[in-house]
């Protein structure tokens, strides 16, 4: 009888250096957590002190090894510094998670040139030149993941919710890590997307604390919940381990099934 022998995939990190922006609160505190759980060592980019340090020192608790660095990801030159430091302090850059991003709920008759201005230059041009500072490094060593955060509003409008510039920037989100992903296959770099649906994070406590908002919510989830920490945490991981080594130029819609109706 023949017998196979198999490469079980690593899903650990150990050994590996990431970088999450945004990662103060919400969902990039829990994917800079899932990472670190994993064994990945990470630098928290964010441009709350209070929060990135408690992010950082919870990080260390887990004995992995974490720097924050203050950062503002509409400015290149806090970009460059964040991968500077990253690299510096904690060696070669393997996993970058762009998770940073702002939006402003106004109607779009109502949405300012300051408004369409500041959101831009977060959600898209920060993007961007996050993943363009981070492959240049990755690029000599022919490896990396890059995971980006999209949103499940770059499929579909909520009813009632304002969200016209959040969504074109979510949508170009999805565009541009295919875009990214076919670019940099040369060189083993891995560039996928997660859209979330609704999470429990402080950014959306008020909805789910308003009992019609968060029945409406709920009904419009195929699973009847919300996400918590561990279903970003598992996703991130996977994405970045070397499990996901043959999927590249994908957004996971991570939602509860929401995208689906």
């Excluded at 928290?44 to 203050?70: M, P, Y």
């Excluded at 492959?135 to 969200?163: Q, W």
Aim: glycine share 10%.
């Amino acid at each position: 009888m023949e017998t196979n022998s198999y490469r079980f995939p690593r899903y650990e990190l150990k050994g590996k250096v990431a970088v999450v922006t945004g990662s103060g609160q919400g969902l990039g505190k829990w994917i800079a957590l899932g990472l670190a759980g994993a064994g990945a060592d990470v630098a928290v980019a964010e441009l709350v002190a209070k929060n990135g340090q408690e992010t950082s020192e919870e990080i260390r608790g887990l004995g992995r090894r974490s720097i924050f660095v203050e950062t503002d990801v509409g400015d290149i030159g806090s970009i460059n510094h964040m991968i500077q430091r990253a690299q510096s302090e904690l060696g070669d850059i393997d996993i970058l998670v762009n998770n940073a991003g702002i939006n402003v709920h106004k109607k779009a008759l109502d949405i300012t040139p300051d408004d369409f201005e500041r959101i831009i230059k977060v959600n898209s041009k920060g993007v961007y030149f996050c993943c363009q500072t981070a492959a240049r490094h990755m690029i000599p060593k022919k490896r990396g993941k890059i995971i980006n955060i999209a949103s499940a509003a770059a499929f579909l409008v909520r009813a009632g919710i304002p969200n016209s510039v959040y969504a074109m920037t979510k949508a170009g989100i999805v565009m541009l890590t295919k875009a990214l992903a076919e670019e940099w296959a040369q060189y083993n770099i891995n560039v996928n997307a997660i859209a979330p649906g609704y999470f429990a994070t402080p950014l959306v406590a008020d909805r789910l604390k308003d009992p019609e908002a968060s029945k409406n919510i709920i009904e419009s989830t195929p699973l009847k919940r919300v996400g918590g920490p561990e279903d970003v945490m598992g996703t991130a991981v996977f994405l970045a381990s070397e499990a996901s080594n043959f999927i590249t130029g994908q957004t996971i819609c991570l939602d509860g099934g929401r995208t689906v109706l």
